[in-house]
């Protein structure tokens, strides 16, 4: 039992609102029949358990002024909670990590514009807008708390008043922001497959464009994507990545499993990235 105790002192153990919560939900997907869906269930649920514990651990340690340590928005402040998804995992700077190279090359391109479509609380249109500063950030979420969150996070890094955040994209907002210029990044959850559309949205083929494919609930979207815009675009298909160096040096003291979990993005299967650049 190698692992057993190992992160005493590291972790505090609490029988906090959370802790009670998700042991309710255990009892309710164990109390059934055996299964292999209720064991997964449970295994997701203590997973996130487990995440939120180290993120507030991780939160705590640093006096709650979190600050990026590693990645392309290394020094960008992030004390607030994720709208969706693994908040860890940004926060040290290891989220989405097969894109690193992409972002950079996004930054070293320097372009006048950038849409984040489902921008979520800000990670990407924030940590642009400080590596940018000549670029116009259009920030755009259906979600209004991720709205509010963004418009947070952007104060705190002094980079609110070059952020413009709205809601629905839709294909009057790509016709008039659209230039040669610009750059589209996109994660709408399955909402790329009626969006990124160059019949529908001519506009689409003026600009590079870094969108997320949904490929988990909509299988052959990715392919489907790329044909759209195979005669318009270079395109790069990027799987997913993980970055074991970004980890603190505090989780050394922790077991594999732990470690692990502080690098999970909660994905459910497969999401691939297209990076595509305008031909010429």
């Given at each position: 039992?190698?692992?057993?105790?190992?992160?005493q002192?590291?972790i505090?153990?609490?029988a906090?609102?959370?802790?009670?919560?998700?042991?309710?939900?255990?009892?309710?997907?164990?109390e059934?029949?055996?299964?292999?869906?209720?064991?997964?269930?449970?295994?997701?649920?203590?997973?996130k358990w487990?995440?939120?514990?180290?993120?507030?651990t991780h939160?705590a340690?640093?006096?709650?002024?979190?600050?990026?340590a590693y990645?392309?928005?290394?020094?960008?402040?992030?004390?607030?909670?994720a709208?969706e998804g693994?908040a860890?995992?940004?926060?040290i700077g290891a989220y989405?990590a097969s894109?690193?190279?992409?972002i950079?090359r996004i930054i070293a391109?320097d372009?006048?514009?950038?849409?984040d479509?489902?921008?979520?609380e800000?990670?990407?249109?924030?940590?642009l807008a400080?590596?940018?500063p000549?670029?116009e950030?259009l920030?755009r979420d259906?979600?209004p708390?991720?709205?509010?969150r963004?418009?947070?996070?952007?104060?705190?890094?002094?980079?609110?008043?070059?952020?413009?955040?709205?809601?629905e994209?839709?294909?009057?907002f790509?016709h008039?922001h659209?230039t040669?210029d610009t750059?589209?990044?996109c994660?709408?959850e399955g909402g790329e497959?009626?969006l990124?559309?160059p019949?529908?949205?001519?506009?689409?083929?003026d600009?590079?464009?870094?969108v997320e494919?949904?490929e988990?609930w909509?299988?052959?979207?990715t392919?489907?994507?790329?044909?759209?815009f195979?005669t318009?675009h270079?395109?790069?298909?990027?799987?997913?990545?993980?970055?074991p160096?970004?980890l603190?040096?505090?989780m050394?003291?922790?077991?594999?499993?732990?470690?692990?979990?502080?690098?999970?993005?909660?994905?459910?299967g497969?999401t691939?990235?297209?990076?595509?650049t305008?031909?010429g």
């Open positions: 039992m190698a692992d057993q105790g190992a992160d002192g590291v505090p153990d609490a906090s609102a959370l802790t009670k919560a998700i042991t309710n939900r255990l009892r309710q997907h164990l059934g029949p055996p299964s292999q869906a209720a064991l997964s269930a449970a295994l997701r649920d203590l997973a487990r995440a939120a514990l180290l993120d507030a939160c340690r640093s006096g709650g002024a979190v600050q990026i990645g392309p928005f290394a020094g960008m402040s992030y004390a607030g909670a709208t693994a860890l995992a940004r926060r989405e894109l690193h190279q992409i950079e391109r372009y006048a514009r950038i849409i479509i489902g921008c979520a800000g990670y990407y249109a924030v940590g400080r590596r940018m000549r670029a950030i920030a259906t979600n708390q991720s709205q509010k963004c418009a947070e996070l952007a104060h705190v890094n002094g980079v609110a008043a070059r952020i413009k955040i709205g809601g994209v839709d294909g009057a790509l008039r659209i040669p750059v589209l990044i994660d709408i497959r009626t990124l559309d019949i529908q949205h001519p506009k689409l083929r600009c590079d464009i870094l494919v949904h988990c909509h299988r052959g979207l392919a489907e994507i790329t044909q759209r195979t318009t270079h395109i790069t298909r990027i799987e997913r990545g993980l970055a160096e970004a603190p040096d505090w050394a003291q922790l077991g594999d499993l732990d470690r692990a979990i502080a690098l999970w993005e909660w994905r459910v497969p691939p990235w297209l990076w595509m305008r031909h």
